[in-house]
């Protein structure tokens, strides 16, 4: 496998907070990594430094060997990095068909005025990728009228349709329901393995890091605390005590 | 549904502006300056999409209505008038755009505002050029090669608005249900989102102000055109804030809006003037207050609320 993102010495403080001091981290390029850590820690500030939306005050960040520090997330987004938040960034007065259309148009090129946005090869691949996502039901729903889950879900959908080769998310299963949870990150898993995307994801739930990360970083006090497999990681006891808390019983299992 | 009801009205309204013209000759110079306005108001309801107001687009205006009134004396032939006089408008639109798009909102409203108050003081006071407020009379212009008198002239000038109207509705109304006019409504609701999928939202932003800025050429050129007489009042504040007021009048919500909001408003405004001389602004006022209360998608929200009543 080779590192298809590189993070070295990264430095930011906010105030008094320092959020990353001294950050070194190397994605592999094809390997799911969950990014834990106590609120606050600055696992959301990794993602906005990646992708253009946060400058750090020291260190260098590679992708795909380039240096993409300093470049607008726009540039970013060029070279292959999608991102989703942890806040839904939808456009609000737009169906979910057609907020995935527009990320599919995105990815083409928006300059085409005299060709409708949900022309057939646009709309069929957002309706293929709304299926995906379990979402058909509510493809023609406005975006501010769906539960909390489905934004999220729709979130991530638009920076899927980007095809990119890096996706960050950040907490992609926060506010989906509990009972539905495990079904949305199998599928979301499979998706992204599907188009070979690697990912980096922001994550609270250990259940859902245990099953569906290769990797497990540990983010404190702007540091990566620990590095390594779900199953090391997550039974380490000073992980438990900083950052799970409690844990299932019978500690945590990766996925088969 | 909305695509066959705007097809209906924006036909049955060229029709019917045509038989009014034809029945009251004097209403044929006011349903000019609807067709004028409206096409400007067009302009505005695209960047209305974006959730921006320009209280400027009068410089657009004007700049056309000076062209055209200093190149008739040079080449007095308005097929070609007309397109240099857009070709200006977008041109500065360009430059003016690259700078304004930057901004949002109430900044973005101002700046318009201020530039076009700068247009304004220098066709007021560069006099031995302008003429001040007394303005530039246009000498007599040609339609394709003909020299056309009275009625004629009047004729064919409101079918050339006309015309534009029908064609730049049919454009804008394309090009709101594409990508970039879908990207533009987006940079309302979510502009960073737009950012972080790799798209411009300033330059979606400038190239509908480029857009509306040619628009608003065209109406200014129809103006020139048809009162004869261009004054520094079309770069005004005030004529900004008319065609805003039109907007809402008309309602942004399709692109026949615009030309309901502009004959509504030039029609209330002459009888307006006729019945109570003295407070005709005070109609228009009372008007544009009972829409934005009473119906806020405007005259095209209210149709559109009738025939789906009707249909349901």
Known sequence: MSVLLSARGLKIAFGGLKAADGIDLDVEEGEFLAIIGPNGAGKTTFIN???????PQAGEITFAGRPIL????????????????????LFTEHSVEQNVALAVASREGVWSPLAPLLRPRYRDEARDLIARFGLSAIAETRADALN?????LADIAMAVALRPRLLLMDEPTSGVAAAGKMAVVETLARVLRDARVTAVFVE??????????????????GKIAALGTPEVVLNDPEVQRTVIGTVPAGG????? | MNRTLELVLALAGAALIVALAYAVPWLRFVLTIALAKGLAVLGILLLLRAGQVSFGHALYLALAAYLVAFGAALVPEALLLLPAAALLAGTVGLAVGLFVVRYREIFFGMLNLALSMVFYSVLEKFYSLTHGTDGIRLPPVRFAGQALEGDAAQWAVLALALVLALAFGALVR???????GEALAGIKTRETRLEFMGVSAKRVLLSAYVASAVMAGCGGAIIALT??????ALAYWTTSGELVFIAILGGAGSVVGPFLGAAAYELTRVYAAALVANAWQLVL???????IVFAPGGLWGLIRGATQRKTA
């Open chain 1, 204 to 221: 609270h739930d250990m259940e859902v890091v245990g099953r569906f990360a290769d990797r497990v970083a540990v983010w404190g006090q």
């Open chain 2, 227 to 232: 009162t004869r007489h261009v004054t520094p």
């Open chain 2, 174 to 180: 394309v090009a709101l249900a594409s990508p970039l």
């Open chain 1, 70 to 89: 300093g470049l607008s997330p726009r540039r970013i987004v060029g070279l292959g990095i999608a991102r989703s938040f942890q806040l839904p960034q």
């Open chain 1, 49 to 55: 430094m990646t992708t253009g939306y946060l400058k």
């Open chain 1, 252 to 256: 945590v299992h990766a996925a088969a």
């Open chain 2, 285 to 291: 006022g009372l008007v544009l207050l009972g829409v």
């Open chain 1, 148 to 152: 909390e889950g489905a934004r999220k």
